[in-house]
């Protein structure tokens, strides 16, 4: 994965040309009946807020609370043009509903989700492109 340019690994069925996220969950597309039907793809790394919203509580089990007391975070939906498909995902750190807007520019980048003594577990995230945010 590259720090500085990551993108979503994404699928592309070969006949159909429809595009997955994850590369194999995406339902029953009648022209991609094989898994091997869809090739790998790297995803847009830019997108236009489609819609948001705040977690102002902690997420169910699997997710991991990192600071006590908890810190609410904003969840964009995320319409990439090429695909025609939204993918919803956090916004860094320091983004606050009210800097938020529907049509905003974001981009794919890479955060810390937690960490431990040997590890640092990252996550991807949605950024605001300079200038877009409110």
């Given at each position: 994965?590259?720090?500085?340019?990551?993108?979503?690994?994404?699928?592309?069925?070969?006949?159909?040309?429809?595009?997955?996220?994850?590369?194999?969950?995406?339902?029953?597309?009648?022209?991609?009946?094989?898994?091997?039907?869809?090739?790998?793809?790297?995803?847009?790394?830019?997108?236009?807020?489609?819609?948001?919203?705040?977690?102002?509580?902690?997420?169910?089990?699997?997710?991991?609370?990192?600071?006590?007391?908890f810190?609410?975070?904003?969840?964009?939906?995320?319409?990439?043009?090429?695909?025609?498909?939204?993918?919803?995902?956090?916004?860094?750190?320091?983004?606050?509903?009210?800097?938020?807007?529907?049509?905003?520019?974001?981009?794919?980048?890479?955060?810390v989700?937690?960490?431990?003594?040997?590890?640092?577990?990252?996550?991807?995230?949605?950024?605001?492109?300079?200038?877009?945010?409110?």
């Amino acid at each position: 994965m590259d720090p500085t340019a990551p993108s979503l690994i994404g699928g592309k069925g070969r006949t159909s040309g429809s595009y997955y996220f994850p590369k194999n969950l995406g339902g029953n597309d009648p022209a991609c009946i094989q898994d091997d039907d869809r090739e790998e793809i790297l995803l847009s790394r830019f997108g236009k807020v489609w819609s948001y919203t705040s977690a102002d509580y902690p997420p169910a089990l699997p997710y991991i609370i990192t600071e006590e007391p908890f810190r609410p975070f904003v969840i964009a939906a995320v319409h990439l043009e090429k695909e025609e498909m939204v993918i919803c995902g956090q916004m860094m750190p320091g983004v606050e509903v009210a800097d938020m807007d529907v049509g905003m520019e974001v981009e794919l980048t890479l955060d810390v989700l937690y960490e431990d003594d040997q590890n640092q577990y990252m996550v991807w995230k949605w950024d605001p492109i300079n200038g877009s945010a409110k």
